[in-house]
């Protein structure tokens, strides 16, 4: 985590270790995604019998992915969830849909957390509910 303190202002990003991430599952070269997820998306459930192989995979990605939500990222923090639930026995299409979202993360990866001390407004935050 990389924390930066200028005037009265902190930044603190993740870039370094979303790098690693990326290069790590070979996906850097990846178009950007411009969401989390893909509009009208719902995972189905897995009846199928458990790959283990494909389990650990999309366990290890989830895992990545849940620390960079909670360190810098909530704005994955819904797909992420989603994905989640999923863990114990995915199909590849759950898998597909996580490096999905790093291929969001590829797009948006120079962006920081901004803490600022000259506002008077105490933290406030934007969303988008959809």
Do not use: W
């Not at 599952?25 to 790959?51: S, W």
């Amino acid at each position: 985590m990389c924390i930066i303190r200028q005037d009265q202002k902190i930044f603190i990003d993740q870039t370094d270790y979303l790098k690693k991430i990326l290069q790590h599952f070979q996906i850097e070269n990846m178009c950007p995604a411009p969401t989390p997820l893909p509009a009208r998306y719902y995972p189905q459930k897995h009846e199928g019998p458990v790959d283990p192989h494909l389990q650990k995979c999309f366990q290890t990605i989830i895992g990545s992915l849940l620390y960079l939500m909670l360190g810098t990222h909530p704005d994955i923090a819904f797909a992420v969830t989603q994905l989640a639930r999923y863990t114990a026995n995915p199909f590849q299409d759950h898998l597909n849909k996580a490096l999905y979202i790093y291929c969001y993360l590829a797009r948006t990866q120079r962006y920081s957390m901004v803490y600022s001390g000259d506002s008077k407004l105490g933290i406030y935050a934007c969303i988008d509910s959809d």
